[in-house]
């Protein structure tokens, strides 16, 4: 990728175009990525992007960035989603197709892509393997990030969270200079209600009851590729690209 793209076609959907396109590689990626919260998807999703040039099309991107615009510029549909969310509702399978399909374009991608967010269960995943059949495009795999939900508690359960500015630290890989204080703003630094381990484990159960299915879909198909969230970024990314290759 010669510069990071805005992804403004993902985010903005409509007649928004990118400011600059991926290059075209030899060999386009086309993947899925599964993970719980606490595994490290993001970071991989930053890593593989990077390295491979294809595009991250992350679906809580176009939600964020939709929270902050003007709702007469969003989509009859996302306005439907951002409805849900403020209710505290699951934005509902039909509402997030919906937003896809109007971000089909770039599932054309020259760069690949890597669909981060989507899907979440295996309605959307049918409904995504019917969308690319129809833009003639196939996945070449579904990467799935795993790891004990132990480890997912220490790593989540360590987060502290800035009340002023929203900075985040954590109290083993990175501690705040002086113990409950921000070193950006000196706000206080809190632990969130979800990062404590009894509702860290109530989304492990819900991410686990809704994601196996999902897992088992593409195990099915050939496309499932587990990969081990132990370790750092870097080690855990040269997983990724091994699991790629085999």
Same mark, same amino acid.
């Given at each position: ?65 939709? !929270?902050?615009?003007?709702?007469? @510029?969003?989509? &009859?549909?996302?306005? /439907? ?6 209710? $505290?509702? *699951? ?74 500015? !929203?900075?985040?630290?954590?109290? @083993?890989?990175? &501690?705040?200079?002086? /113990? ?6 000196? $706000?206080? *630094? ?57």
């Amino acid at each position: 990728m010669t510069a990071k793209t805005d992804r403004a076609a993902w985010l903005k959907g409509g007649t928004a175009e990118c400011s600059v396109e991926p290059a075209a590689p030899d060999r386009p990626y086309r993947l899925v990525l599964l993970g719980a919260p606490g595994v490290g998807k993001g970071t991989q999703a930053e890593l593989l992007s990077r390295n491979l040039g294809a595009c991250q099309l992350s679906t809580g991107d176009v939600f964020r960035a939709a !929270k902050s615009s003007d709702a007469c @510029e969003r989509s &009859p549909k996302l306005n /439907e989603a951002i409805e849900f969310m403020r209710r $505290g509702a *699951l934005v509902p399978d039909e509402t997030v197709l919906g937003i896809v399909r109007e971000r089909a374009r770039c599932l054309r991608c020259r760069g690949g892509f890597l669909l981060d967010g989507f899907p979440r269960t295996v309605a959307q995943a049918e409904a995504l393997s019917e969308l690319l059949r129809q833009e003639r495009v196939d996945l070449d795999a579904v990467l799935s990030y795993e790891l004990p939900i132990e480890r997912i508690i220490s790593r989540l359960g360590g987060r502290r969270t800035c009340e002023k500015c !929203k900075a985040v630290f954590h109290v @083993e890989s990175i &501690p705040p200079k002086k /113990e409950g204080v921000c070193d950006h703003c000196g $706000g206080q *630094l809190i632990q969130r209600e979800d990062d404590r381990p009894e509702s860290i484990r109530v989304r492990m159960e819900a991410y686990e009851r809704s994601t196996r299915p999902l897992a088992d879909y593409y195990a099915a198909q050939g496309l499932l590729r587990t990969v081990s969230a132990e370790g750092s970024p870097e080690a855990i990314f040269q997983r990724s690209l091994e699991a790629l290759n085999r």
